[in-house]
């Protein structure tokens, strides 16, 4: 399965794949102009964290015992779903049970919206919002046997 990996060594901290990210992913305008100026505000779902020179973009980590999938009140809302580890948003309750039993910090709760949001690595996009934002190339898009790692 492809996901985002980070070069952390790379990361200034410039939260340019937050900015992108919330954009894409949760904007009606698509547009950082337009983004800026709507109620409620566009929510990343990458978050960079630490200072500068020693920062960490964290999103999904697409846990193979994904607890947040465990967690979430499966008979009522059905809203993680396993296959692609992907928030059901329509059927999102706002329980905040996926938001807490996360240990990365990684699902981010919406109260403007009443939902959970986490990374689906823009599975509508052939790279991932983040990555093509990312001035240093911190962020990159692979399979785990392409990145060199086993």
């Given at each position: 399965?492809?996901r985002?990996?980070?070069?952390?060594d790379k990361?200034l901290?410039?939260?340019?794949?937050e900015?992108?990210?919330a954009?894409e992913?949760n904007?009606v305008?698509k547009?950082?102009?337009g983004?800026?100026?709507?109620?409620?505000?566009?929510?990343a779902r990458?978050?960079v964290?630490?200072?500068?020179?020693a920062s960490?973009p964290l999103?999904?980590?697409?846990?193979q015992?994904a607890?947040?999938?465990?967690?979430a009140?499966?008979?009522q809302?059905?809203?993680?779903?396993?296959?692609?580890?992907v928030?059901a948003?329509?059927?999102c309750r706002?329980?905040w049970?996926?938001?807490?039993?996360?240990?990365?910090?990684?699902?981010?709760?919406?109260?403007?919206?009443?939902v959970?949001?986490?990374?689906?690595?823009c599975?509508?996009?052939?790279?991932?919002?983040?990555v093509?934002?990312?001035?240093?190339?911190?962020?990159?898009y692979?399979?785990?046997?392409?990145?060199?790692?086993?």
């Amino acid at each position: 399965m492809k996901r985002v990996w980070v070069d952390r060594d790379k990361c200034l901290g410039c939260k340019s794949c937050e900015l992108q990210c919330a954009v894409e992913r949760n904007s009606v305008s698509k547009k950082l102009a337009g983004a800026i100026l709507e109620d409620p505000k566009p929510v990343a779902r990458v978050g960079v964290f630490g200072p500068t020179g020693a920062s960490f973009p964290l999103q999904c980590r697409h846990c193979q015992d994904a607890t947040c999938l465990m967690a979430a009140p499966m008979e009522q809302c059905n809203v993680m779903q396993k296959s692609d580890h992907v928030c059901a948003q329509d059927k999102c309750r706002g329980c905040w049970m996926c938001v807490m039993s996360c240990p990365f910090g990684a699902v981010t709760p919406i109260a403007g919206y009443n939902v959970a949001l986490k990374c689906d690595a823009c599975m509508h996009m052939e790279q991932p919002a983040c990555v093509t934002a990312c001035p240093t190339g911190a962020l990159v898009y692979g399979d785990e046997e392409l990145m060199g790692r086993s």
